[in-house]
Structure formats: structure tokens, C-alpha cells
């Protein structure tokens, strides 16, 4: 994985960062700085973006490619939107991270460093920066909540489905006596 810093022209958006939810959040001067305190990653194929059990404390914006989100090493989910963001719970709990997300395919993702953000804009002296900052995660985690919660609706349909439907009768198993002499 190789990181550059993000170089921008201030009050001006590149083509594909104009439909980033996230970054509509914020004032032109906001959004200056926001960029500033950014860099992008460019991944190859199985790059570690975020470890599982690390602490970090940026938020990431996938700009092209695909990812998978692994716990314990196995496959929960896929970000595969451009613009997606994701990382952003370290802004609200500051834990360790619960998930690793890796590259599925050659990918570029911006990464925002919110604890630069915090050093620039202290909450005591911008809170109208911290509260669009947040108000932009509350926003993305509820958005989040409820596709999980209609996910989560339509597995307990299928699965009440299943309970309720007949079981089929099993195919008859060939007797071992059989299964020799067909090998014979």
C-alpha cells in the first residue's frame, strides 16, 4: 500500500469526491481544511486499510476498487461504492477497531485524519466543525443501522420460512453392500 498526501485546490472538489455525502457536510473552509488533513491510499490486492484490534483514528472514503470487511479473518461485508465511507465509528467510541477491512482488488480511499482535525479545531474553540463532523457520523451509522436492521428482517423471514416448510423426505442411501459391489 502506498500513501501520498492529498494535494487540492482550495474551493474546488475533484469529479469523484463531489458525490461524498461526508464532505457535503462541512463549509467550503471546512472542507479546505477537511482535505488538508488527508491522504490517499492507493492498495493493491489483500493491503490491510484498517487491522482488526488496532486503534486508529481516521475515517476512510473509497474512491475506486472493492474491499471486504473480515472479522476473525472471515468475510461480513463488502464496500463497493464509491464514496462509501467507513472507519468512522473511531470518531465516536476511539476503541479499537472491530473489524479489518482489506483491499479485494486494486482500490484508492481517501483517509481523513479526524485527530489532525481535532488538533486544529479544538471543540472548545469550533464547535459548529465538530458538530457538522458528527452530525455527518450520526447520520452515516443510522443509515447503517437500518440497512443491517432490514437485512437482519429479511434472514428472519427466510428462516421462519424454513421452520415452518415441510421437511423434504431424504434421498434413499445406497446400502455399503451396494456401494461395493459398484466399485467392483
Same mark, same amino acid.
Request: hydrophobic share 40%; proline share 5%; glycine share 4%.
Given at each position: 500500500?502506498?500513501?501520498?498526501?492529498?494535494?487540492?485546490?482550495?474551493?474546488?472538489?475533484?469529479?469523484?469526491?463531489?458525490?461524498?455525502?461526508?464532505?457535503?457536510?462541512?463549509?467550503?473552509?471546512?472542507?479546505?481544511?477537511?482535505?488538508?488533513?488527508?491522504?490517499?491510499?492507493?492498495?493493491?490486492?489483500?493491503?490491510?486499510?484498517?487491522?482488526?484490534?488496532?486503534?486508529?483514528?481516521?475515517?476512510? %472514503?473509497?474512491? =475506486?476498487?472493492? !474491499?471486504?470487511?473480515? $472479522?476473525?479473518? &472471515?468475510?461480513?461485508?463488502? @464496500?463497493?461504492?464509491?464514496? #462509501?465511507?467507513?472507519?468512522?465509528?473511531?470518531?465516536?467510541?476511539?476503541?479499537?477497531?472491530?473489524?479489518?477491512? %482489506?483491499?479485494? =482488488?486494486?482500490? !484508492?480511499?481517501?483517509? $481523513?485524519?479526524? &485527530?489532525?482535525?481535532?488538533? @486544529?479545531?479544538?471543540?472548545? #474553540?469550533?464547535?459548529?466543525?465538530?458538530?457538522?463532523?458528527?452530525?455527518?457520523?450520526?447520520?452515516?451509522?443510522?443509515?447503517?443501522?437500518?440497512?443491517?436492521?432490514?437485512?437482519?428482517?429479511?434472514?428472519?423471514?427466510?428462516?421462519?420460512?424454513?421452520?415452518?416448510?415441510?421437511?423434504?423426505?431424504?434421498?434413499?442411501?445406497?446400502?455399503?453392500?451396494?456401494?461395493?459391489?459398484?466399485?467392483?
Amino acid at each position: 500500500m502506498k500513501e501520498y498526501a492529498y494535494i487540492h485546490e482550495d474551493g474546488r472538489l475533484p469529479e469523484p469526491l463531489n458525490s461524498v455525502p461526508f464532505l457535503n457536510s462541512f463549509t467550503d473552509e471546512q472542507l479546505d481544511e477537511v482535505l488538508t488533513s488527508s491522504s490517499l491510499l492507493q492498495c493493491d490486492k489483500e493491503d490491510v486499510i484498517i487491522q482488526e484490534g488496532s486503534i486508529d483514528s481516521r475515517i476512510y %472514503i473509497l474512491l =475506486s476498487g472493492e !474491499l471486504e470487511v473480515r $472479522v476473525s479473518g &472471515k468475510k461480513v461485508a463488502a @464496500i463497493t461504492r464509491v464514496g #462509501e465511507v467507513f472507519g468512522e465509528l473511531a470518531l465516536v467510541n476511539q476503541d479499537r477497531r472491530a473489524a479489518s477491512v %482489506i483491499a479485494s =482488488s486494486r482500490a !484508492l480511499c481517501l483517509a $481523513v485524519d479526524q &485527530k489532525f482535525l481535532q488538533d @486544529i479545531h479544538p471543540r472548545e #474553540e469550533d464547535p459548529a466543525f465538530h458538530a457538522s463532523l458528527f452530525e455527518f457520523v450520526a447520520r452515516l451509522v443510522a443509515k447503517k443501522l437500518d440497512a443491517t436492521s432490514r437485512r437482519l428482517a429479511e434472514v428472519e423471514k427466510e428462516l421462519r420460512a424454513l421452520k415452518e416448510s415441510p421437511p423434504q423426505p431424504a434421498p434413499p442411501a445406497k446400502s455399503a453392500r451396494r456401494r461395493l459391489a459398484a466399485k467392483a
